[in-house]
């Protein structure tokens, strides 16, 4: 139970305060430890100092009173002992005989008295019963609180020990067997040690704590504001960008990890947004091409209507001057229709490009003569900055000849009356292959097209697979796109996933019998995509595993970039993704908001993209990318 | 004895069988209506017609349809296919198909007119056996036009004899440029008759063009006279041949 609760605690902190908590564990560890050895060594090294400075001052009153002792003054000795022992830091000397009769003492009113043998003071020589003869040194000094509650007091007993001079004294006090004939108990309070013991218990306590505190703190500051304070940014930006934000970008704060990861969530973030606009483009112009067709045939007929009744009047009312002229503006008004409806047509059909070898310098250099004598009227120049090393890339001259025109005629309408300058630079640059591998062609071992273009996934059309299930059977779309994902399956509900995948056409079998898919075990599927090999695919739903090795092994692409600036009006920001679009103009009645939309579409079937850089007042840049081996 | 008229028009669009019957009732020809290719079908059972215009795309019996089921009435009646869905492809399918002409809606009463004429001369002519041998090895897009490929990679293109001669004698020839893309179906020239109707040449092969024949260009008559060797048009780069030769007849 308690455990669970601090597991839930523990699993809702975050990173930060995780890792302040592992560091500050750790600190408090390691000084505790030196705090208490610290302690240790600090009090045994001044009870050590105070042991030795009893043991010196014993050795001391024991040799200044020997003589005394061998002459008999005992009232010297007194006198010695008393005087000795009234010193501040020491507590009492006295001399006990070998009976435990104390005979000297600085406490005077103790002398004559019998001393315990159990007693605190005779118990290290007396404690095994037979009295010791030799005591070590270390063994002669004792601690003990005479009561309880007071403060602690150091003992040290010295035996005298019979000498010659002692049983040849003129006394003859001593008989000569005797070993111990005494001994001399120095005892010193411990008070004052024990005071610097705790003074310096307190120091050290304090400094641990306040090392404690400070390390946390600093580490928490750090950890937030060099590890929280981005992860938060980092978590809050993929929220955002899950919730369809996809403008949002991160501030790049510093060079170290999370800097860099800031840096390529940017880049990630730019790259989605940019994938996402070209998907939404594609899949516009795939249905506005259908809407296309359909108005074009719907409207065909009225429109015929129109024009043989209003040229058939024309020519039936050639000596009607008044009618004449408003029936020629009909008519011109009509075929004004045709043509508009005949590019909608050619919109729609976005005829597959016939490719063959071009030369994009050629291609430019036409365009160009094609509309260059309306840009020495309007006082623009052009410049050409082409790479004479161009290589050459596969597409169709002639679309591309219908972009670049396009281009450069948007390029004067920006720049107007007042002239400037179209500059066109060329570049070749490397790309990685990621999600740019588009299947075109597909087939079946009898070769047999799988491709479906009347199911387009995201504007492309689609490969198509027979597929069987437990439950019945059906048809696959796969997204063209490698690596996408994309799969429609019609398998009636709960028929289970597909089993069998078979060509369209012939029904061979393309099951990938030698290979079960590497991510869920699943049944794959294996069709050859020229000029890559063979393509396998698990459709397991939600699995989407793909290989395309061919198009893995073909690593970057090369691809020719081409950039169209002018110094124009330029576009603002908020139509920059707009002018793609179909539709969308800004020339007024002058155009019909066609021309980008079918320049997009012809780049995209080269298999290259088309992008717009532009700057108010400063001008506008298109860079076209095709892809040199298409 | 079965009924006769000059014109039988089918389109599922009432206004525009209205609009081809007045232009040519204007030109003195009779015109009789249909809404369907079935209705159409069944006309022809008890009526002859000198020429029939049918819609491409209608419901149920459509262009193609009614196509091979005239043939196989063994009617020989030129058809001109109209399409209001101007994809090229389906108007040089009907060309294969047997269709004599084939003219992309919405069209003007002229066009409309120029294409009859050219039809029913060019029925006429086919009747009388007048035209000259298309040689082996040429392609032709109905009577229209032909494609010849040549040694290298080259399309050499022209007008079929049978088209020249219906149009006969030529005013004028209005062409391309070198470097001009052609599209197969497409119109790549257009021919001016003497009584000025504009008679559009569609072209049986994409391309880009190579090569103008600069003698046809200068004069016209050479069409006339040789269209199958010095009166050719166009001297194109295919971007596609062999796919589109095999929409072609030989």
């Given at each position: 139970?308690?455990e669970?609760?601090?597991?839930?605690?523990?699993?809702?902190?975050?990173?930060?305060?995780?890792?302040?908590?592992?560091?500050c564990?750790?600190?408090?560890?390691?000084?505790?430890?030196?705090?208490?050895?610290?302690?240790?060594?600090?009090?045994?090294?001044?009870?050590?100092?105070?042991?030795?400075?009893?043991?010196?001052?014993?050795?001391?009153?024991?040799?200044?009173?020997?003589?005394?002792?061998?002459?008999?003054?005992?009232?010297?000795?007194?006198?010695?002992?008393?005087?000795?022992?009234?010193?501040?830091?020491?507590?009492?000397?006295?001399?006990?005989?070998?009976?435990?009769?104390?005979?000297?003492?600085?406490?005077?009113?103790?002398?004559?008295?019998?001393?315990d043998?159990?007693?605190?003071?005779?118990?290290m020589?007396?404690?095994?019963?037979?009295?010791?003869?030799?005591?070590?040194?270390?063994d002669?000094?004792?601690?003990?609180?005479?009561?309880?509650?007071?403060s602690?007091?150091?003992?040290?007993?010295?035996?005298?020990?019979?000498?010659?001079?002692?049983?040849?004294?003129?006394?003859?006090?001593?008989?000569?067997?005797?070993?111990?004939?005494?001994?001399?108990d120095?005892?010193?309070?411990?008070?004052?040690?024990?005071?610097?013991?705790?003074?310096?218990?307190?120091?050290?306590?304090?400094?641990?704590?306040?090392?404690?505190?400070?390390?946390?703190?600093?580490?928490?500051?750090?950890?937030?504001?060099?590890?929280?304070?981005?992860?938060?940014?980092?978590?809050?930006?993929?929220?955002?960008?899950?919730?369809?934000?996809?403008?949002?970008?991160?501030?790049?704060?510093?060079?170290?990890?999370?800097?860099?990861?800031?840096k390529?969530?940017?880049?990630?973030?730019?790259?989605?947004?940019?994938?996402?606009?070209?998907?939404?483009?594609?899949?516009?112009?795939?249905?506005l091409?259908?809407?296309?067709?359909?108005?074009a045939?719907?409207?065909n007929?009225?429109?015929?209507?129109?024009?043989?009744?209003?040229?058939?009047?024309?020519?039936?009312?050639?000596?009607?001057?008044?009618?004449?002229?408003?029936?020629?503006?009909?008519?011109?008004?009509?075929?004004?229709?045709?043509?508009?409806?005949?590019?909608?047509?050619?919109?729609?059909?976005?005829?597959?490009?016939?490719?063959?070898?071009?030369?994009?310098?050629?291609?430019?250099?036409?365009?160009?003569?094609?509309?260059?004598?309306q840009?020495?009227?309007?006082?623009?120049?052009?410049v050409?900055?082409?790479?004479?090393?161009?290589?050459?890339?596969?597409?169709?001259?002639?679309?591309?000849?219908?972009?670049?025109?396009?281009?450069?005629?948007?390029?004067?309408d920006?720049?107007?009356?007042?002239?400037?300058?179209?500059?066109?630079?060329?570049?070749?640059?490397?790309?990685?292959?990621?999600?740019?591998?588009?299947?075109?062609?597909?087939?079946?071992?009898?070769?047999?097209s799988?491709?479906?273009?009347g199911?387009?996934?995201?504007?492309?059309?689609?490969?198509?697979?027979?597929?069987?299930?437990?439950g019945?059977?059906?048809?696959?779309?796969?997204?063209?796109?490698?690596?996408?994902g994309?799969?429609?399956?019609?398998?009636?509900?709960?028929?289970?996933?597909?089993?069998?995948?078979?060509?369209?056409?012939?029904?061979?079998?393309?099951?990938?019998?030698?290979?079960?898919?590497?991510?869920?075990?699943?049944?794959?599927?294996?069709?050859?995509?020229?000029?890559?090999?063979?393509?396998?695919?698990?459709?397991?739903?939600?699995?989407?595993?793909?290989?395309?090795?061919?198009?893995?092994?073909?690593?970057?692409?090369?691809?020719?970039?081409?950039?169209?600036?002018?110094?124009?009006?330029?576009?603002?920001?908020?139509?920059?993704?707009?002018?793609?679009?179909?539709?969308?103009?800004?020339?007024?009645?002058?155009?019909?908001?066609?021309?980008?939309?079918?320049?997009?579409?012809?780049?995209?079937?080269?298999?290259?993209?088309?992008?717009?850089?532009?700057?108010?007042?400063?001008?506008?840049?298109?860079?076209?990318?095709?892809?040199?081996?298409? | 004895?079965?009924?006769?008229?000059?014109?039988?028009?089918?389109?599922?669009?009432?206004?525009?069988?209205?609009?081809?019957?007045?232009?040519?009732?204007?030109?003195?020809?009779?015109?009789?209506?249909?809404?369907?290719?079935?209705?159409?079908?069944?006309?022809?059972?008890?009526?002859?017609?000198?020429?029939?215009?049918?819609?491409?795309?209608?419901?149920?019996?459509?262009?193609?349809?009614?196509?091979?089921?005239?043939?196989?009435?063994?009617?020989?009646?030129?058809?001109?296919?109209?399409?209001g869905?101007?994809?090229?492809?389906?108007?040089?399918?009907?060309?294969?198909?047997?269709?004599i002409?084939?003219?992309?809606?919405?069209?003007t009463?002229?066009?409309?007119?120029?294409?009859?004429?050219?039809?029913?001369?060019?029925?006429?002519?086919?009747?009388?056996?007048?035209?000259?041998?298309?040689?082996?090895?040429?392609?032709?897009?109905?009577?229209?036009?032909?494609?010849?490929?040549?040694?290298?990679?080259?399309?050499?293109?022209?007008?079929?004899?049978?088209?020249?001669?219906?149009?006969?004698?030529?005013?004028?020839?209005?062409?391309?440029?070198?470097?001009?893309?052609?599209?197969?179906?497409?119109?790549?020239?257009?021919?001016?008759?003497?009584?000025?109707?504009?008679?559009?040449?569609?072209?049986?092969?994409?391309?880009?063009?190579?090569?103008?024949?600069?003698?046809?260009?200068?004069?016209?008559?050479?069409?006339?006279?040789?269209?199958?060797?010095?009166?050719?048009?166009?001297?194109?780069?295919?971007?596609?041949?062999?796919?589109?030769?095999?929409?072609?007849?030989?």
């Open positions: 139970m308690e669970n609760w601090l597991k839930n605690i523990w699993h809702s902190t975050g990173t930060g305060f995780k890792l302040t908590l592992a560091v564990t750790t600190a408090l560890l390691t000084i505790s430890v030196f705090a208490y050895v610290n302690i240790r060594s600090h009090s045994a090294s001044l009870l050590a100092e105070v042991e030795r400075h009893a043991n010196q001052l014993s050795e001391s009153v024991r040799l200044s009173t020997e003589y005394d002792m061998l002459l008999n003054h005992r009232d010297r000795v007194h006198e010695s002992i008393k005087r000795v022992g009234n010193q501040r830091s020491i507590q009492r000397i006295r001399v006990m005989n070998k009976a435990g009769m104390i005979i000297y003492s600085s406490d005077a009113a103790e002398i004559g008295r019998m001393v043998k159990k007693g605190e003071s005779c118990y020589c007396h404690a095994a019963g037979r009295p010791l003869e030799r005591l070590e040194i270390k002669r000094t004792r601690v003990f609180r005479p009561a309880p509650g007071s602690r007091i150091l003992g040290t007993i010295t035996p005298i020990y019979n000498a010659p001079s002692c049983w040849t004294a003129a006394c003859h006090a001593h008989p000569r067997d005797r070993v111990v004939l005494g001994v001399l120095v005892t010193m309070p411990l008070a004052e040690v024990d005071k610097d013991i705790r003074r310096g218990q307190l120091e050290i306590a304090v400094f641990a704590l306040s090392a404690i505190l400070a390390l946390s703190l600093i580490t928490g500051f750090f950890v937030k504001r060099l590890v929280a304070a981005p992860v938060a940014e980092l978590v809050e930006a993929t929220r955002r960008i899950a919730g369809g934000e996809l403008g949002h970008t991160i501030p790049e704060r510093a060079d170290d990890e999370l800097g860099l990861l800031a390529s969530f940017n880049k990630m973030t730019q790259k989605l947004s940019e994938a996402r606009l070209q998907l939404v483009q594609s899949d516009k112009l795939a249905s091409g259908r809407l296309a067709a359909g108005v045939h719907e409207i007929n009225p429109l015929t209507g129109v024009l043989t009744y209003s040229s058939f009047l024309l020519k039936r009312t050639k000596d009607r001057p008044d009618l004449q002229e408003d029936l020629k503006v009909i008519v011109h008004e009509a075929i004004r229709s045709r043509e508009i409806v005949k590019s909608l047509l050619d919109f729609a059909r976005q005829s597959v490009p016939r490719k063959g070898e071009a030369d994009i310098a050629a291609i430019i250099v036409r365009a160009e003569t094609v509309v260059g004598n840009f020495s009227l309007k006082n623009i120049k052009m050409k900055q082409l790479d004479p090393g161009l290589p050459k890339v596969k597409a169709d001259a002639g679309q591309l000849e219908q972009v670049f025109m396009n281009l450069f005629v948007n390029a004067a920006a720049i107007g009356p007042g002239g400037g300058l179209i500059t066109v630079s060329s570049s070749v640059l490397k790309l990685p292959p990621s999600a740019a591998a588009q299947v075109r062609k597909a087939v079946c071992p009898k070769r047999h799988l491709i479906d273009a199911t387009p996934i995201a504007g492309k059309p689609s490969v198509r697979l027979k597929v069987k299930g437990s019945g059977e059906g048809f696959l779309h796969l997204s063209a796109i490698y690596g996408a994309g799969q429609l399956c019609d398998l009636p509900r709960g028929a289970g996933g597909p089993e069998q995948f078979a060509c369209p056409d012939c029904g061979l079998s393309l099951n990938n019998k030698n290979l079960a898919c590497p991510k869920c075990g699943g049944v794959t599927y294996a069709f050859e995509a020229p000029p890559w090999g063979m393509f396998e695919g698990c459709a397991v739903k939600g699995c989407g595993w793909q290989r395309w090795q061919g198009a893995d092994e073909a690593g970057h692409v090369e691809f020719v970039e081409l950039r169209v600036s002018d110094t124009g009006c330029g576009i603002e920001t908020d139509n920059l993704q707009k002018i793609f679009e179909p539709f969308y103009s800004t020339k007024g009645q002058k155009g019909t908001g066609l021309g980008l939309a079918v320049i997009w579409g012809i780049i995209d079937n080269h298999g290259g993209t088309i992008s717009v850089e532009s700057k108010v007042g400063a001008g506008t840049t298109f860079i076209v990318r095709l892809p040199v081996s298409a | 004895m079965k009924k006769r008229a000059d014109i039988l028009v089918i389109d599922d669009e009432p206004v525009i069988t209205r609009a081809v019957q007045k232009v040519c009732a204007a030109e003195g020809m009779s015109v009789d209506m249909e809404d369907g290719g079935a209705a159409g079908l069944s006309r022809l059972e008890d009526s002859s017609y000198g020429l029939i215009i049918c819609d491409l795309m209608m419901p149920g019996v459509g262009g193609e349809q009614f196509l091979a089921e005239a043939a196989r009435l063994g009617v020989s009646t030129p058809v001109i296919i109209a399409t869905y101007a994809t090229l492809e389906n108007a040089v399918a009907s060309l294969a198909h047997g269709a002409d084939f003219i992309p809606k919405p069209f009463s002229e066009e409309l007119v120029a294409a009859v004429r050219r039809a029913l001369r060019c029925d006429q002519l086919r009747r009388e056996a007048a035209g000259g041998a298309c040689p082996a090895q040429y392609h032709r897009l109905g009577c229209l036009s032909w494609a010849k490929a040549e040694n290298e990679g080259s399309v050499l293109v022209g007008a079929g004899d049978l088209f020249i001669r219906s149009i006969a004698p030529l005013k004028s020839l209005e062409l391309l440029r070198p470097g001009d893309e052609t599209i197969q179906g497409s119109a790549c020239a257009v021919a001016v008759s003497e009584d000025g109707d504009r008679h559009p040449v569609l072209c049986p092969v994409s391309g880009r063009i190579a090569e103008v024949n600069a003698a046809a260009a200068a004069n016209p008559a050479l069409l006339e006279k040789e269209p199958y060797s010095d009166g050719w048009l166009y001297r194109v780069l295919p971007s596609s041949l062999q796919e589109e030769l095999g929409r072609l007849t030989q």
